[in-house]
Nanobody, 123 residues
Framework: QVQLVESGGGLVQPGGSLRLSCAASGFTFNDYNIAWFRQVPGTEREGVSCISSSGDSTIFADSVKGRFTISRNNAQNTVYLQMKSLKPEDTAVYYC????????????????WGQGTQVAVSP
């Protein structure tokens, strides 16, 4: 069955870095766009970044541009979100999601989701 498993979250001080991983299985990974979303309890899920199936195209939310990068290794069915210069407002549960057609910030357009990994940015 389809599985997306996030890892790499944790507690980090402001200005620090984390790398999140999203390991996929159960579908043809190379055909799918992969996105990262984040959510704070009580708020709507926010699109962070998306990478196209080929890896040629990426998009980022304005709030993370210049600080986050996204990459994928199709041979290992994994997408990475490198986060630098982290701020307290980056604190959230981070989710990866997959869709064959769409790559963008609309969370409701994505068919497959992981369970999330918590990122906390605090002194």
């Amino acid at each position: 069955q389809v599985q997306l498993v996030e890892s790499g979250g944790g507690l980090v001080q402001p200005g620090g870095s984390l790398r999140l991983s999203c390991a996929a299985s159960g579908f043809t990974f190379n055909d799918y766009n992969i996105a990262w979303f984040r959510q704070v309890p009580g708020t709507e899920r926010e699109g962070v970044s998306c990478i196209s199936s080929s890896g040629d195209s990426t998009i980022f939310a304005d709030s993370v541009k210049g600080r986050f990068t996204i990459s994928r290794n199709n041979a290992q069915n994994t997408v990475y979100l490198q986060m630098k210069s982290l701020k307290p407002e980056d604190t959230a549960v981070y989710y990866c999601a997959a869709d064959i057609d769409y790559c963008g910030p609309r969370w409701y357009a994505f068919n497959y989701w992981g369970q999330g990994t918590q990122v906390a940015v605090s002194p």
